[in-house]
């Protein structure tokens, strides 16, 4: 049987959010001060999200936008993850359950934004088909099958390898799959698709070379 899953909440990935998301870097670039950005995000239906990722975005979609800068509109050098799944996976070295308390009450915020649902008790797989609809969705918009998809666990702090899959533009990197959140929590992970300036790493290395692969996947996605 597949890897137990504590609490898995998602949001679908759709081919509007993601066109909406990667069309990011390339816009009108928006003014770092609190009203620009405050203007823009009326102007698409944001609103500010600081409870589920600190300094972040709530789409219209419902799903949480973070970059490296804040300021993701129109900013081509800086990285962009947006958020459309959270699992909270089983800790083998949590044995008596101490951080299930706190952790359970932080998924309780994910699975209480609007357009989300919850699944308890579920296993790994059931988050390889989150990912493999959110796939669809980025090959339906970008009009091309995945580069590149690889098991790794290289961005996750707990839980077996999930895959990875990778599409590339002429200036960015787009790879879907898990990483660590990174706070405020630490022991949660995204399911996240992230576009990365392809001056991030190099080129993606052989299949056969999985160190490099999994040094690859940590710079575009580890925030």
């Known amino acids: 049987m597949p890897p137990r899953v504590h609490v898995l909440a998602r949001s679908p990935l759709t081919p509007a959010a993601v066109a909406e998301f990667l069309a990011l870097s390339t ?3 928006v003014d770092d001060d609190v009203e620009a950005v405050d203007a823009e995000l009326t102007r698409r239906g944001w609103d500010w999200e ?5 300094d972040s975005f709530r789409t219209g979609h419902g799903h949480v936008v973070c970059s490296d800068g804040r300021n993701p509109f129109g900013q081509a050098d800086v990285r962009s993850f947006l958020v459309f799944g959270e699992l909270y996976p089983f800790d083998e070295h949590d044995e008596d359950m101490t951080n299930e308390p706190w952790l359970r009450e932080h998924m309780d915020l994910w699975s209480q934004v609007p357009g989300w649902e919850r699944d308890e008790a579920c296993t790994y797989q059931d988050c ?3 990912l493999a609809q959110a796939a ?3 090959t339906e918009h970008l009009g091309a ?3 590149r998809s690889l098991l790794s666990d290289a961005a996750v702090v707990t839980g077996p390898a999930m895959t990875h899959r990778v599409w ?7 790879v879907l799959g898990p990483a660590a959140d990174n706070g405020p929590y630490g ?3 995204h399911l ?3 576009l990365t300036p392809r001056t991030c790493a190099p080129e993606l290395p052989p299949v056969a070379d999985e160190n490099a692969l999994d040094a690859w996947i940590t710079a575009h996605v580890d925030w």
């Open 136 to 138: 669809l969705a980025v």
């Open 128 to 130: 390889e088909s989150t």
């Open 145 to 147: 099958a995945p580069e």
């Open 27 to 29: 816009e009108p670039p």
């Open 187 to 189: 022991y949660l992970t």
């Open 192 to 194: 996240q698709l992230s």
């Open 168 to 174: 590339r533009t002429p200036t960015h990197a787009v």
């Open 50 to 54: 600081h409870e589920l990722v600190c």
